[in-house]
């Protein structure tokens, strides 16, 4: 009895001391580790997600109206506007397209002469200039009248040539602009994509030939985006200039 009380303790005291220490437990396979959600970082510390950076909250630097308009590299121009065919006024060198409805020996497309007329098929001279696309509309139903009955007329612009303002020096597009509806100065810099880094915008200079006379109207950039003496921010006219130094 002593015996076999004996060898059965001597088994366990074997198998106790044969077992190894036991590894330890292994992520489930195909489950990755949690990410950080986007906008979060991990914590090296204890691995919690840091909470997202608010850009809105951390506020960001204004900017003027104009360095908003500076161009990316390559960006296109805009085309023209369309026209306001009761307000617009015509001019030399304005392309415009005459189409008169199942009468095509009327239809056409005509470049404003610097005597301000236009050639039409069968009734000749039409005077163009100072008229607005509807005013020449309505002559040129009267005029169609003689042979027509009742003429469905239709006069579109095509090219706006005759109104045009400039702006030269230091801003990010100088060049020639087409003056298709009202604009003032601050909204023509803007549009010409804003300054070059040393532009002088507290002395911008308006060039303006008017009634045989040359003016020069001074605008201050800086003063009008803070609003003070807007009044220089006036309308431009045909034929200015604008120089920014």
């Given at each position: 009895?002593?015996?076999?009380?004996?060898?059965?303790?001597?088994a366990?005291?074997?198998?106790?001391?044969?077992?190894?220490?036991?590894?330890a437990p292994k992520p489930p396979s195909g489950k990755p580790a949690p990410k950080a959600a986007e906008g979060q970082v991990a914590d090296s510390k204890d691995g919690k997600e840091a909470p997202a950076i608010d850009s809105?909250?951390?506020?960001?630097?204004?900017?003027?109206?104009?360095?908003?308009?500076?161009?990316?590299?390559?960006?296109?121009?805009?085309?023209?506007?369309?026209v306001d065919d009761k307000s617009y006024v015509l001019g030399a060198e304005d392309q415009i397209g005459v189409m008169v409805n199942n009468s095509q020996e009327f239809n056409g497309t005509h470049l404003i002469r610097p005597d301000g007329r236009i050639t039409v098929n069968l009734i000749g001279?039409?005077?163009?200039?100072?008229?607005?696309p509807e005013e020449l509309t309505e002559s040129?139903?009267?005029?169609?009248?003689?042979?027509?009955?009742?003429?469905?007329?239709?006069v579109s612009v095509l090219s706006i040539n005759s109104k045009r303002f400039f702006i030269q020096g230091?801003?990010?597009r100088p060049g020639e602009y087409k003056?298709?509806?009202?604009?003032?100065?601050?909204?023509?810099?803007?549009?010409?994509?804003?300054?070059?880094?040393?532009?002088?915008?507290?002395?911008?200079?308006?060039?303006?030939?008017?009634?045989?006379?040359?003016?020069?109207?001074h605008f201050n950039y800086k003063d009008v985006i803070k609003?003070?003496?807007?009044?220089?921010?006036?309308?431009l006219k045909p034929g200015d200039i604008i120089v920014v130094r």
């Open positions: 009895m002593r015996t076999r009380l004996s060898w059965a303790l001597f366990i005291l074997v198998a106790h001391l044969g077992a190894g220490p036991q590894d809105a909250a951390a506020g960001t630097p204004k900017t003027d109206p104009a360095r908003m308009a500076a161009p990316k590299a390559g960006s296109p121009r805009k085309a023209n506007a369309a001279e039409v005077e163009a200039a100072g008229l607005t040129l139903k009267e005029k169609i009248k003689k042979y027509v009955l009742d003429p469905d007329v239709t230091e801003v990010n003056l298709v509806v009202p604009t003032k100065i601050l909204e023509a810099l803007v549009n010409a994509g804003g300054f070059r880094d040393f532009a002088k915008t507290k002395d911008i200079v308006v060039i303006r030939e008017e009634a045989g006379a040359t003016q020069r109207l609003g003070k003496h807007l009044e220089q921010n006036i309308y």
